[in-house]
Every structure is written in structure tokens, then in C-alpha cells.
T-cell receptor, first 112, second 115 residues
Framework: SQQGEEDPQALSIQEGENATMNCSYKTSINNLQWYRQNSGRGLVHLILIRSNEREKHSGRLRVTLDTSKKSSSLLITASRAADTASYFCATDDRGDGNKLVFGAGTILRVKS | DGGITQSPKYLFRKEGQNVTLSCEQNLNHDAMYWYRQDPGQGLRLIYYSQIVNDFQKGDIAEGYSVSREKKESFPLTVTSAQKNPTAFYLC??????????????FGPGTRLTVL
């Protein structure tokens, strides 16, 4: 079963604009991770946020976590054409800590 | 794609045949995972292994088998019992068997097509 669900399913923006993607999940978590996938390639880890954190930054990435709403957002500032990819959130499940559960992803297209 | 490789990149299979997908890592990671990805969907866990000579079923293990005889290798066999095997298969590894806190490193994937 899928734990995380991303929104929107697809997003198209101009280079230089900010891109915001959202993730909602169902059960209590320990941590939430965001991954990126270029077309036809493997996933690359972007950032991990713990359940006791509300916000985390890494370069042009900003992640927020609201455990009361069971949701997270990924903001990419000053987007570039090279940011074009699919973005997935992944959560653990406190009931089964042996695996990550991935959402269906948001497809981001940055037009130059 | 880090130190984790998958082969082949593309694989074609006739119905009724078993095929084995290779996954090798030189990261000295204890844990390894196999995922299946269908178009427009997220990853679904097939099998995972937390240590050599041990593995566990994931959410969609039916029609698949694995082995973990060496730390660096975790091959996946797609058997003829898998009714809809056409998909993109991703292998991953992590330092320990705690996916909650560990980053997973992914291979480049194998695209399997059943003819």
C-alpha cells in the first residue's frame, strides 16, 4: 500500500520560478525522505527530515513537515532546466520500520 | 548512481521464461532492496535483505525470488509465475537495515519487457 501521495501529479514552470510539491501520508512516521528521479534512471536521495523537525534546508531545497496534518512540502527555489525530473516522498511506518513506502511522485518540468 | 550497478539495462523475455536481473554494490552496505516501478506510479517493494543469507518478502513478492549469498550481490529472478512482469526494476542498498534513517542508494535500473 502507498503511504505517501504527492500533489500535484505534474507541474510545469519557467526557469527561475519556484516549484512546490506536496506529500501527504497516512500513518505515524519517524522520518520522511525526498528523492529525485531523472527519466529512466535510478532515484537519488535529496533530503531527510525527522518527525521532530519542522523545516530543513539544503542548497535550493526547502522541506517542511507538519506531523499534525501528516503532510510535507518540497520547495525548489530559482528552478533550472536541470531540475526537470520526478520527485518522490518516502516514509517509514512506525508499525514496520523495515521498509520505506514511496508515493507516486510529482513530475516537474522546468522550461528554459 | 553511486557504487551500485544493475545489468542488463534492457531485457526482453518471452512468456513462460524465467529471467534473472543482476544487482551488485561495492559500498559495503548490509541492506539491499528490489523495487518495481510501473508507469506513473511510485516504487513497490519486492524483496529486501538486511544481511547476507537472509531476505524478507516485500509487498509484491509473488512471482519473484532472490538470493543473498554474498554481501555485494542481490540477484532477482522473475519467474513465469509473475503474471505481469513488464516494468522498470530498481535495486537499492543502504548502510544498515534501518530504512527510516538511512539513505538508499539506487542503481540505474533494468527495464524488463515481456514479448
Amino acid at each position: 500500500s502507498q503511504q505517501g501521495e504527492e500533489d500535484p501529479q505534474a507541474l510545469s514552470i519557467q526557469e527561475g520560478e519556484n516549484a512546490t510539491m506536496n506529500c501527504s501520508y497516512k500513518t505515524s512516521i519517524n522520518n520522511l525522505q525526498w528523492y529525485r528521479q531523472n527519466s529512466g534512471r535510478g532515484l537519488v536521495h535529496l533530503i531527510l527530515i525527522r518527525s521532530n523537525e519542522r523545516e530543513k534546508h539544503s542548497g535550493r531545497l526547502r522541506v517542511t513537515l507538519d506531523t499534525s496534518k501528516k503532510s510535507s512540502s518540497l520547495l525548489i527555489t530559482a528552478s533550472r532546466a536541470a531540475d526537470t525530473a520526478s520527485y518522490f516522498c518516502a516514509t517509514d511506518d512506525r508499525g514496520d520500520g523495515n521498509k520505506l513506502v514511496f508515493g507516486a511522485g510529482t513530475i516537474l518540468r522546468v522550461k528554459s | 548512481d553511486g557504487g551500485i550497478t544493475q545489468s542488463p539495462k534492457y531485457l526482453f523475455r518471452k512468456e513462460g521464461q524465467n529471467v534473472t536481473l543482476s544487482c551488485e554494490q561495492n559500498l559495503n552496505h548490509d541492506a539491499m532492496y528490489w523495487y518495481r516501478q510501473d508507469p506513473g506510479q511510485g516504487l513497490r517493494l519486492i524483496y529486501y535483505s538486511q544481511i547476507v543469507n537472509d531476505f524478507q518478502k516485500g509487498d509484491i513478492a509473488e512471482g519473484y525470488s532472490v538470493s543473498r549469498e554474498k554481501k555485494e550481490s542481490f540477484p532477482l529472478t522473475v519467474t513465469s509465475a509473475q503474471k505481469n512482469p513488464t516494468a522498470f526494476y530498481l535495486c537499492a542498498s543502504s548502510t544498515s537495515s534501518n530504512p527510516s534513517t538511512d539513505t538508499q542508494y539506487f542503481g540505474p535500473g533494468t527495464r524488463l519487457t515481456v514479448l
